[in-house]
């Protein structure tokens, strides 16, 4: 068998699009231009480059998108100042706090201090809650996109036997809620889990957040079954040379040359999840943009 891939970037344009369309649609009829702040702390590279990211994809799809870039001398109580401000701006519907935070910040109190009705990244435990029992509520992005993709894959989750390698509040515990919410059957692998082999030969839906590189082989995987790879890991470049000059690759957590000869289905590293990720957002800042509005958002899935 040789499997699908599923083209995470192509999807993540559409929905950019749906989203950027349903925006349009909220501020000509309601007046509400939905509105993302971003903030980041500090100077680390790699949250420079997300947040440049997460800026230009906001206003290309005609938000409102503010960023606010602060030193890393900046202290808790001014971060959860600037916090404070943001929650009491009408104008903004959508927080986020690039992570993560310089050490001398408590990373816990600043995503507490967000109004769980603005927490766009859905890792408030006001939102982990919702997500748990069901209720409306701003769900983490990542996960958020990685179902979007399940569904796009598989017309039908219901009854399918899913498993997730990974616990983790912002991946593994959410796509969990999200697994069941849709009817699997969901099992929560972790690194204290036995045989996890054997328990990968068992899903009918694999769902990698293990931060592994290349962990789970092409037998790990039952014949057929759709695989939806989260990891993100960067490892030395596969031609030695370039390895010793220090290039690098990215990668999953799966074995996508092994796999791909077994799922039926299967989302590359990179351009699989990856870019819902900043779609998931955009989405999210549409919705709470609504819902603070009282209007019902659009469907966006696709
Ligand atoms: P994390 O380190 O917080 O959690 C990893 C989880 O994997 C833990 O629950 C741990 O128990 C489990 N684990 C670790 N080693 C294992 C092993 N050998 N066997 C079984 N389970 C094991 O990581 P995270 O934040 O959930 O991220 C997971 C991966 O997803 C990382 O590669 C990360 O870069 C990637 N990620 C991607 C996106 C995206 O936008 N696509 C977003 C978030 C995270």
Redesign the pocket.
């Known amino acids: 068998m040789r499997a699908r891939l599923i083209d995470g970037k192509a999807f993540a344009a559409g929905l950019v699009e749906r989203v950027a369309a349903a925006a349009a649609r909220l501020e000509a009829a309601h007046g509400i231009k939905p509105g993302l702040a971003v903030v980041i702390v500090g100077e680390d590279p790699a949250s420079q480059i997300y947040v440049r990211n997460k800026g230009e994809t906001t206003a290309r799809a005609g938000m409102r998108s503010d960023t606010h870039r602060l030193a890393e001398t900046t202290t808790q109580a001014e971060l959860l100042a600037l916090i404070a401000q943001l929650n009491a701006d009408a104008g903004i519907h959508g927080i986020l706090v690039q992570l993560p935070l310089p050490i001398h910040i408590d990373s816990a109190a600043v995503l507490g201090a967000i109004d769980p009705d603005k927490d766009v990244d859905g890792f408030h435990v006001v939102n982990a809650g919702r997500l748990a029992v069901g209720l409306p509520g701003l769900v983490p992005?990542?996960p958020l996109g990685s179902v979007m993709l399940l569904k796009e894959a598989l017309s039908e989750l219901s009854g399918l036997n899913a498993v997730i390698?990974?616990?983790?509040?912002?991946?593994?515990k959410p796509m969990a809620q999200l697994l069941l919410a849709e009817n699997c059957t969901v099992t929560v692998?972790?690194?204290?889990?036995r045989d996890?082999p054997a328990l990968c030969r068992a899903a009918d839906i694999l769902v990698a957040?293990?931060?592994?590189p290349e962990?789970i082989r092409g037998d790990w995987i039952k014949p057929g079954a759709t695989v939806i790879d989260?990891?993100?890991?960067r490892v030395p470049s596969a031609d030695p040379v370039k390895a010793a000059e220090g290039k690098t690759r990215v990668v999953g957590?799966v074995a996508l040359a092994e796999a791909v000869e077994m799922a039926g289905a299967i989302t590359p590293v990179p351009g699989g999840?990856?870019p819902?990720?900043i779609a998931c957002l955009l989405a999210n800042t549409y919705t709470a943009a609504c819902r603070a509005a009282g209007v019902e958002p659009e469907t966006l899935a696709g």
Do not use: E
């Open positions: 992005c990542t390698v990974g616990r983790s509040n912002i991946v593994g692998a972790h690194s204290r889990s996890l957040a293990a931060g592994r962990m989260v990891g993100i890991n957590d999840v990856g819902m990720t």
